[in-house]
């Protein structure tokens, strides 16, 4: 035996692998749901232990964990993993969360970038639920926390806003176009303006349901009190963040958070080729949308932080709405830091968004570590 290998049995150069993990990678439909149940070993290695195909009901998540305890006979810890996909995956999610599993939820486009990184062509139920298995396997996911009832109803109510919204304004359109067009027909303009009338008693409806909402739950209320001295953070806008980021809770710190929102910056820089730098616009595109008015408020109101970064990022690029992101980021972040500390906006109080959201940087930086978490 050559001397790089003295000190070592023959036992030991071969022995037994251990496996660490169990991963049940899920791909979910409205009709059913293709699982795999890999393992990975202490040698990296990842083994399909069994795969199945279940009805996406409450029998078939029974059936499930059944089909789980036949395969998982070693004590070892167990993760589901699935994509967020719409609102199919909820129920089945929910229903692994009550019975005490811990399940992670991706989303489609991180899994998507997994899966093509691997090499990863083709793509259909059995193989998304397999490359899922092995993301669950090779990487610690973080665990999915359900939204509280409170901010799952304010999630309904806003997301129910805005496709009303949306449809107030393609009607309002629709009915400017045809009132100035040469031939115009009563009926259509009659439908047109019914169907406006009754998107406006709708938005009115949901805006009374949002603010009671909030007024009736103590955690909520006194964030909107401490948040909404910001000027340019209405009831709406506040409701939509507490409601899309789940009151924070799925967040360690903000560069998560900017990334989910889709504010992280993307350069495209290769030796002497230098292209252009954007956000992502990679994440939840409800946040961008319905900060938009806030960061114009901010800047038109002359709040010197803002207004600053505004003309720092315009004196710059020459752009104004690079400026206008810069305070949206800026604003969620802010956001983010208030809630944590439980703390009541002031002016004075000066944060930066993290190193990936370059255009935001400022003066001074707060470490996430004092920020203790809360239960909400």
């Known amino acids: 035996m050559s001397k790089d290998y003295e000190g070592f049995s023959d036992g030991n150069l071969n022995r037994k692998a251990?496996?660490?993990?169990?991963?049940?990678?899920?791909?979910?439909?409205?009709?059913?749901?293709?699982?795999?149940?890999?393992?990975?070993?202490?040698?990296?290695?990842?083994?399909?232990?069994?795969?199945?195909?279940?009805?996406?009901?409450?029998?078939?998540?029974g059936a499930l964990l059944e089909w789980v305890k036949r395969h998982t006979k070693e004590a070892l810890p167990v993760v589901f993993v699935m994509e967020a996909t719409g609102v199919y995956h909820e129920q089945l999610a929910w229903s692994l969360y009550a019975q005490g599993q811990s399940v992670s939820i991706l989303l489609p486009n991180k899994a998507k970038s997994y899966l093509k990184a691997t090499g990863s062509k083709s793509k259909n139920d059995s193989i998304d639920a397999r490359g899922l298995a092995q993301i669950g396997a090779e990487k610690k996911l973080g665990l999915w926390i359900p939204p509280s009832e409170q901010l799952y109803t304010l999630r309904s109510y806003t997301r129910q806003y805005q496709s009303t919204m949306e449809t107030h304004t393609a009607m309002s359109n629709q009915l400017h176009s045809i009132l100035h067009s040469q031939f115009q027909h009563k009926a259509v303009v009659k439908q047109l303006k019914e169907i406006i009338m009754l998107c406006e008693k709708q938005l009115k409806e949901m805006e009374k349901a949002i603010a009671k909402t909030i007024k009736e739950d103590d955690v909520l209320n006194t964030h909107y009190q401490h948040i909404s001295i910001i000027k340019g953070i209405s009831l709406l806008s506040f409701a939509v963040i507490a409601a899309?980021?789940?009151?924070?809770?799925?967040?360690?710190?903000?560069?998560?958070?900017?990334?989910?929102?889709?504010?992280?910056?993307?350069?495209?820089?290769?030796?002497?080729?230098?292209?252009?730098?954007?956000?992502?616009?990679?994440?939840?595109?409800?946040?961008?949308?319905?900060?938009?008015?806030?960061?114009?408020?901010?800047?038109?109101?002359?709040?010197?932080?803002?207004?600053?970064?505004?003309?720092?990022?315009?004196?710059?690029?020459?752009?104004?709405?690079?400026?206008?992101?810069?305070?949206?980021?800026?604003?969620?972040?802010?956001?983010?830091?208030?809630?944590?500390?439980?703390?009541?906006?002031?002016?004075?109080?000066?944060?930066?968004a993290p190193d990936k959201a370059g255009a935001t940087r400022d003066e001074h930086q707060i470490n996430d570590g004092l920020i203790k978490q809360q239960n909400y």
């Not at 350069?267 to 990679?282: L, V």
């Not at 932080?305 to 992101?325: A, C, H, P, S, W």
């Not at 949206?328 to 109080?349: D, G, H, I, S």
């Open 244 to 352: 899309e980021t789940n009151g924070f809770i799925l967040f360690d710190n903000a560069a998560s958070l900017v990334s989910y929102a889709g504010y992280d910056v993307v350069e495209n820089q290769s030796g002497k080729h230098t292209g252009r730098t954007k956000i992502s616009k990679k994440g939840n595109s409800r946040i961008r949308r319905i900060l938009h008015m806030p960061a114009l408020c901010a800047v038109r109101d002359d709040q010197p932080q803002f207004k600053k970064l505004f003309e720092r990022v315009y004196e710059r690029t020459r752009m104004k709405m690079k400026g206008y992101v810069a305070v949206q980021k800026k604003l969620l972040v802010m956001m983010y830091y208030l809630w944590k500390r439980n703390e009541a906006y002031n002016p004075t109080f000066n944060i930066i």
């Open 18 to 61: 251990m496996n660490l993990k169990y991963a049940i990678g899920i791909d979910v439909s409205m009709k059913d749901f293709s699982c795999c149940l890999s393992v990975i070993n202490n040698e990296q290695e990842i083994k399909v232990k069994a795969t199945h195909k279940f009805n996406n009901t409450v029998a078939g998540f």
